[in-house]
């Protein structure tokens, strides 16, 4: 008999949003670490936000959401921790710090220098990982914060508020998840190509857009992310969604990241 086909999925996920700010924000290395960061550049700091202590801490920010999205114990094999703006502290990478919190310890490593794209790259790695058979639950933690520490030598989005969301990804019967990334500059030709694979999908599919991608006409059942949130917007609606009411068929999760070009999505079957 063939074997029985096992794919991994977003089984559930929480998120929260974080106010003030953290000890490691006035830690004396922070400033050190940007200031040659951006010195072949020669961009500014911002020497308001280090003297103040503005921006917050990834690994304290999701440790709390760890304990949330995994209240049973239940163990991990890897954990990815996503991110589009800097974390606060340099020196200690954070993704190494929830893998000692996360129960399991599971390998763990971050994704970061893809913009939003970053977090389906995540979960793209989590779904190849689990191809191997070494990886029977997946943590993908997804973070961002308010505070730049430097002048951008262009305009950048910075988030609204500190914000992480945490995804379960665990293996079940059927299909898997499926991620999709391609190049796509033009922000038309993104949402074009997001609904015509929501049709695909068939009746009774959901579409969930981040806030960029959510504009003119869209069909009946579809949710857009509020703005001011352009790494976790859309994360953070697939968690009030998986906890607000069972999935009823296929769902799409759609992002892009205009300054890169970069179109990904997400189907949970």
């Known amino acids: 008999m063939p074997s029985e086909t096992r794919g991994l ?40 936000l280090l003297a103040g202590g503005a921006g917050h801490d990834y690994g304290e920010m999701a440790a709390g959401l760890l304990d949330r999205a995994l209240p049973g114990g239940e163990p991990a094999d890897l954990l990815i921790l996503a991110f589009s703006s800097p974390d606060v502290r340099p020196a200690a990478p954070s993704s190494l710090q929830l893998s000692r919190h996360c129960p399991g310890q599971p390998t763990a490593f971050a994704v970061c220098d893809q913009g939003s794209a970053a977090a389906h790259a995540a979960l793209r790695i989590a ?10 639950r997946a943590v993908i933690v997804l973070a961002e914060q308010s505070a730049l520490h430097y002048r951008p030598a262009e305009p950048v989005e910075l988030p609204a508020e500190h914000r992480a969301v945490v995804l379960v990804c665990e293996e079940a019967p059927g299909e898997g998840m499926r991620v999709r990334q391609q190049a796509e500059p033009d922000g038309g030709q993104a949402l074009r190509s997001v609904l015509d694979e929501h049709r695909r999908l068939g009746p009774g599919a959901g579409l969930l857009l981040a806030a960029d991608l959510a504009h003119g006409d869209l069909p009946e059942g579809a949710e857009a992310a509020r703005p001011g949130q352009p790494f976790t917007g859309v994360w953070s609606l697939l968690a009030d969604r998986l906890a607000g009411r069972p999935a009823e068929g296929p769902l799409l999760v759609a992002d892009h990241d205009r300054r890169l070009g970069r179109l990904s999505t997400l189907t949970l079957p």
């Open 9 to 48: 999925r977003v089984t559930r996920a929480v998120a929260a949003g974080f106010d003030g700010h953290c000890a490691a924000a006035l830690h004396p290395d922070l400033r050190v670490f940007t200031a040659d960061l951006v010195r072949p550049y020669g961009l500014p700091l911002r020497e308001d």
């Open 127 to 136: 779904a190849a990982h689990h191809r191997t058979g070494g990886c029977r």
